[in-house]
């Protein structure tokens, strides 16, 4: 599936399903709200209105199930009809397992994906998932034509109008971020170094119109990112901060998105297992979702001053590799005590979130990286973790997270009690927790949250999405869709209105964060 391309259309038109193989997705009691007048042209002449009525009335989603209309050239496929609390109302996940195993095969293909107005947003990034743009398989470039699914939006529900083309723009942005961030996750470190990294973020500031600051090997030392510069020091190719920039006219508040860039992550010299090392790619999972997010924000009309920070580095091993017992001086000021080489990321998010506040003067700093391996133990595979100093901003991340399918739930968050695992007799902290079974995820937010201080008045996002960032050995992308609906009510865009929780009922919740002038927030 690495060589297709996914449209979005209005409609998608009429064809024989043997030219045009066709899968028709939805729950099980929106399918039945298609009336036939709409399917007809998609499926006729081999599927008759009689086999579609029969094909409805035998599935029984528990939590899926699927029919085949016409050999392997048309599917119904049927969602869960209800989800938990802690699901999205999309159910976005099983949407990209569907996709994966009941698309028919075929060089054009067509999606009809029935839904309600509120979940076309997740419905469209989850189908992105299924189709990732990176392979190295030899028969892939021997195939050189390239393939397209056509998808159509069918809506039921109250909101049912037909879909406008501003909609339409916006999932084609959304869905291109996921495909990119997924894309640079699954390509290995040959590949994806540092530099090749900055060339994805300079393709990126030129398509936008934006020159990306970078600051790089040495000059990282000299300007006291030690951070970064001790995480990457001893790989080939130099660690750097980069920084995109939009600054419109008439912004009110400014936020950084910062994110961890680990294109490789051998441990250092506290170096992982044969069996832990492998998939170390995905460490730069972070910096990859604020490059596909920041891509779409920005072009989806952002209407605020929105940085992009990507703290890029190779943890690797070599003569001038960071020793555990080394001291580094980072950008906050503070002096750190290195006990743990493997406990890289919170190093170089700690220069970046501290660049976010002192040199951009940002609002509402949110970092988001693959940090923990306890992430996935304390939140699950499929839900992010989240650590903030906001009331308000926790749940805007776990009600984001329903509404666009990139699920979080949250980490406790009480740095007096926490913080205390950071004892250093001589540095201001050690880089790694003194006790791994108390909150391990938790406290490795607190740790880049010390370098802006406790005390900041603005609004700090910790985003953990260590598990979540792959499915199996392939990327997902995860973050993107996320970043977009959390911050959606600082876009023009209708549909990211729609889907972001600011502004709403969130609000009405956290009253007295309104009448807190510290708390800085998106309406």
Request: charged share 20%; proline share 6%.
């Amino acid at each position: 599936m690495a060589n297709v391309g996914l449209q979005f259309q209005a409609s998608a038109g009429d064809a024989d399903p043997q030219s045009r193989p066709l899968l028709l997705l939805g729950q099980l009691h929106h399918l039945h709200r298609v009336p036939w007048s709409h399917v007809r042209g998609k499926l006729q002449p081999r599927v008759t209105e009689e086999l579609w009525q029969a094909a409805l009335s035998t599935l029984n989603p528990n939590p899926t199930d699927s029919c085949p209309l016409y050999l392997n050239c048309a599917t119904v496929a049927a969602l869960p009809s209800r989800v938990s609390r802690h699901n999205s109302p999309s159910a976005a996940h099983f949407i990209t397992r569907l996709v994966r195993t009941c698309l028919p095969p075929g060089t054009h293909r067509c999606i009809l994906m029935v839904c309600e107005r509120p979940d076309a947003f997740a419905s469209a990034c989850a189908l992105a998932r299924a189709f990732p743009l990176f392979t190295h398989r030899s028969g892939a470039s021997r195939r050189p034509e390239k393939k397209t699914v056509t998808v159509e939006f069918f809506l039921v529900g109250q909101d049912n109008g037909p879909v406008e083309v501003s909609t339409l723009q916006c999932l084609t942005s959304a869905t291109e971020g996921v495909r990119l961030a997924a894309r640079i996750v699954d390509t290995p470190c040959n590949e994806m170094n540092t530099d090749t990294f900055l060339e994805e973020i300079k393709k990126v500031g030129k398509d936008l119109g934006i020159a990306p600051t970078v600051i790089r090997d040495e000059e990282l030392k000299t300007r006291g990112f030690g951070g970064i510069y001790g995480v990457g020091k001893a790989a080939v190719h130099p660690p750097a901060l980069a920084v995109l920039s939009h600054t419109p006219d008439g912004a009110t508040q400014t936020i950084a998105w910062v994110g961890k860039g680990i294109v490789y992550d051998t441990g250092g010299l506290s170096m992982k297992g044969k069996t832990t090392m492998p998939g170390m790619k995905r460490d730069c999972g972070g910096a990859a979702a604020v490059l596909g997010a920041f891509r779409a924000a920005v072009r989806q009309g952002f209407k605020d001053n929105l940085h992009a920070v990507f703290c890029l580095a190779e943890n690797s091993v070599g003569p001038k590799a960071t020793r555990p017992d080394d001291i580094h001086l980072l950008y906050s000021g503070k002096t750190v005590e290195i006990n743990n080489t493997d406990a890289e990321g919170r190093l170089v998010l700690a220069d970046g979130v501290s660049y976010a506040c002192k040199d951009l003067g940002a609002d509402i700093i949110l970092d988001i990286a693959t940090l923990t391996g306890a992430q996935g133990i304390a939140t699950g595979k499929y839900h992010a973790a989240v650590l903030t100093n906001s009331a308000e901003w926790e749940a805007a991340c776990v009600k984001a997270g329903r509404q666009c399918g990139d699920l979080v739930h949250p980490l406790v968050f009480c740095p007096e009690l926490h913080f205390s695992e950071f004892t250093s007799a001589v540095a201001d902290m050690k880089n790694s927790v003194a006790d791994r079974d108390n909150s391990p995820s938790s406290c490795a937010g607190l740790f880049i949250a010390s370098h802006i201080g406790f005390d900041w008045p603005g609004v700090w996002v910790h985003l953990d999405i260590a598990a979540p960032v792959h499915a199996g050995e392939r990327a997902t992308g995860f973050g993107v869709a996320l970043l977009l609906a959390l911050f959606g009510r600082a876009s023009e865009d209708p549909l990211l209105n729609l889907v972001s929780p600011l502004g709403s009922e969130v609000d009405a919740q956290e009253g007295d964060v309104e009448r807190d002038s510290k708390r800085r927030r998106l309406v």
